[in-house]
């Protein structure tokens, strides 16, 4: 917490701060660099006149006008594609995918067009491009609504991929990736945009109100890719999170009196080892939680490069707690979601090796 107060310290010394939920500070990002930037391009479905299916860029296009903000037909492949000769040519454009369940169609354009882009022009031609959308269960979406695939961008040699958890983190996240010259996919955890979600399904739901994190400044203000923040320091086990995970998790080693250190990575690549090493090595356990299904998901390298970088440390073998290999199931998402029970029971289990 001490460093997440020391960069808004730094980003508030000349500028306003008012509470914000995630959705108003990914519209104040988006409005920010639409300002700073004429390069900067809004594109996507229904992000124009209607705002967005979650709202995020709702007043940008009566703001800055139709050529800076428009809507896109119902098209991935086209919508990507656009962005890459865009980017190629010299923009900054900033497309929306309206869920991350339907950004398949625009896999080859990513992967073969705006990741290679750079390495194939030998750095002639770059695709600055930040790919927003949202991602994660936890609001009754279903199969075609509630996925996580950040493992396949994280993967490919040339994409960046940043998950922000909290309203300040995505501002500040968002504009990095935005000024950054190489393709970003900028993932957004749905479940908690209008507030943290602390895995009770059952309770009633949580505001930003009150949250120091909901503190952000009206104006500019960046945090670097690659830099995790410390939820909350401690010395039985670190617990590696990201995006909707952080809050389940902090709520869960809460209630059970653990002290864990939590380490909220922000960015999956590039990704703060360093961080992550000096946590491990202080603690000696690592619990990993992550909402995408298990196989090759993001937690599998994470368990790897810990295993390798700090094996001599641990006293207990790394665990990992993840979603299913099977669809988000839409009638079972609770089991299938990584929330309290399974959580607590695997911290237990690290605690007890």
């Not at 800055?64 to 980017?87: K, Q």
């Not at 602390?198 to 994190?213: C, L, N, V």
């Not at 703060?272 to 299904?293: F, M, P, Y």
Request: aromatic share 10%.
């Amino acid at each position: 917490m001490s460093a997440l107060m020391d960069e808004k310290a730094a980003a508030t010394s000349q500028d306003g701060v008012r509470h914000m939920n995630m959705i108003e500070a990914i519209n104040s990002a988006l409005d920010v660099m639409l300002a700073r930037d004429p390069d900067v391009i809004l594109l996507g479905e229904d992000i124009g006149y209607f705002g967005g299916v979650f709202r995020c860029t709702a007043g940008l296009q009566e703001k800055h006008g139709t050529t800076r903000v428009f809507d896109t037909p119902i098209s991935e492949c086209g919508i990507i594609g656009v962005a890459v000769g865009m980017g190629a040519y010299g923009l900054r454009p900033v497309p929306e995918i309206q869920f991350a369940d339907y950004i398949y169609p625009g896999l080859d354009q990513l992967i073969s067009e705006a990741a290679r882009l750079r390495y194939r022009s030998a750095g002639e031609f770059i695709a600055p491009m930040t790919v927003r959308s949202p991602f994660g269960g936890g609001i009754f979406g279903g199969q075609t609504h509630s996925q996580s695939p950040e493992s396949i961008f994280t993967h490919v040699s040339g994409l960046k991929t940043v998950i922000p958890a909290t309203p300040y983190d995505a501002k500040g996240l968002l504009i990095s990736c935005i000024e950054d010259n190489d393709p970003v996919i900028f993932f957004e955890p749905k479940r908690i945009y209008n507030g943290p979600f602390d895995g009770y399904y059952d309770k009633p739901a949580k505001s930003w109100k009150g949250r120091d994190e909901a503190q952000v400044p009206e104006d500019y203000y960046s945090i670097p890719l690659g830099k995790a923040r410390t939820v909350c320091e401690g010395d039985a086990l670190t617990v590696l999170a990201y995006g909707t995970m952080v809050h389940v998790a902090e709520s869960v080693c809460r209630d059970k009196g653990v002290d864990a250190e939590i380490l909220d990575l922000r960015t999956l690549v590039p990704l703060d080892i360093e961080a992550i090493e000096a946590s491990v090595e202080k603690t000696g356990r690592c619990l990993i939680v992550h909402e995408a299904t298990r196989t090759s998901g993001f937690g599998a390298e994470l368990s790897a490069l810990v295993t390798e970088r700090c094996f001599y440390h641990l006293e207990a073998p790394v665990e990992r707690v993840t979603g299913f290999d099977t669809p988000y199931p839409h009638s079972l998402e609770w089991a299938y979601f990584p929330g309290p029970v399974r959580i607590g029971e695997a911290i237990d289990k690290i605690l007890s090796e």
